[in-house]
């Protein structure tokens, strides 16, 4: 059943982490929870549109198992940001073409990838992520293509795309991104604003 994962904080739980899924509006989601009496609201650090919701769910409750707070319940003690690093590559597996995700997060952190291979790998996770984009797919007014071909270069080599090369002659090569390349959005606070414009609404606090 297609629905949104969510990674949930409160600041009055600061290490436990309420991960879930709801068929429904993630913000109506979280309005419910905040009418249940706790002590302070819960706020979104991460949610992701899925074809299998409850499945998804369920493999990361399995995953974290051993970090869950109490019996049943869909809270596991932790910090988000590790938990979210943990299950990049289940909810990257668990994407098909045309899902979304969306990270708040915190402020980008450091890094060493110039701005095209930062947009050449923030494209790579849009609709087409499952398929492939050929480097017709990706273009851009800000930088021309021989940018975006070295940066495709430097992502591959450095283990954050992957290239698939046609047998036929006149075929261009598909280029996805890995899921150690969705990890380094994540950790760096790429992700969100970008998805933004594939969701179309912000979910605000």
Known sequence: MKGYVY??????????????????????????????????????????????????????????GSC????????????????????AKDIFDSLSDGDVLFVPGDAPKSHALDDTSVWVLRELVGFQKNTGYTIFDLESDK??????EASLARLKKIGLSIEKRSRKEDAHSLWRIRPEGVMFLVDHGLIGDHTHTYWGRRYAQ
């Open 143 to 148: 930088f021309s293509r021989l940018e975006i």
């Open 68 to 87: 869950r707070f109490v019996g049943n319940r869909e809270f596991f003690k932790g910090r988000a940001s590790e938990f979210l690093r943990r299950a």
């Open 7 to 64: 990674f949930l904080t409160n600041r009055a739980m600061p290490d436990l982490v309420k991960i879930g899924h709801t068929a429904g509006d993630v913000v109506d989601r979280i309005r419910q929870l905040n009418s249940t009496g706790v002590p302070a609201a819960f706020e979104l650090f991460a949610c992701f549109l899925v074809s299998d919701a409850p499945g998804l769910e369920k493999r990361l409750h399995e995953l974290f």
